[in-house]
């Protein structure tokens, strides 16, 4: 009798709960993407053996990963949301990182910033959602083909 009890019982997160669970599960997908989408634009940043279809593949199976994490079809909507802008976010900082970290004086950063901002959102934007929202598509495909 107790264990059915305790079995049938479940953590109750509550609504904050909830909100908290979708931004860090958006978070962590998301800059696995952003990372991967970013490596795979600049792969002389890649170790020897990984090659820019691995980079790739980070990028689809963080698109997959929002589906098959969430608990329904509203909170996947929610959580591909969130890690796509997230993710996003981590590639155009990535990108624009060596500006602060390399010490250039301020008058370069205003000079380089607009053009490096315009390179980073127009070669990484293209592969970044096919990838990822294909791979969505296809787990949510998947995921409902199963589920019936």
């Known amino acids: 009798m107790a264990e059915r009890d305790l079995a049938g019982m479940g953590f109750d997160l509550g609504a904050l709960g ?50 098959f994490l969430a608990d329904d079809l509203a909170e996947s909507i929610t959580l591909s949301l969130v890690a796509m802008a997230v993710g996003l976010a981590v590639h155009v900082v990535a990108w624009v990182a060596p500006l602060w970290l390399l010490g250039y004086p301020p008058f ?3 000079l ?19 990838t990822f929202y294909g791979s969505y598509f296809g787990a949510l495909l998947l995921g409902g083909y199963l589920e019936a």
Not at 48 to 66: I, K, M, R, S
Not at 112 to 126: C, F, I, R, Y
């Open 18 to 67: 909830r909100r908290l669970r979708l931004l860090a599960l958006g978070t962590l997908t998301g800059v696995v993407a952003g990372m991967g989408s970013f490596m795979f634009l600049k792969n002389q940043y890649l170790p020897w053996v990984v090659t820019e279809t691995w980079a790739l593949a980070l990028v689809g199976v963080a698109g997959a990963y929002t589906h």
């Open 108 to 110: 370069a950063r205003d």
């Open 112 to 130: 380089l910033l607009p053009k490096m901002l315009g390179e980073a959102l127009a070669s990484g934007l293209p592969p970044y959602v096919v």
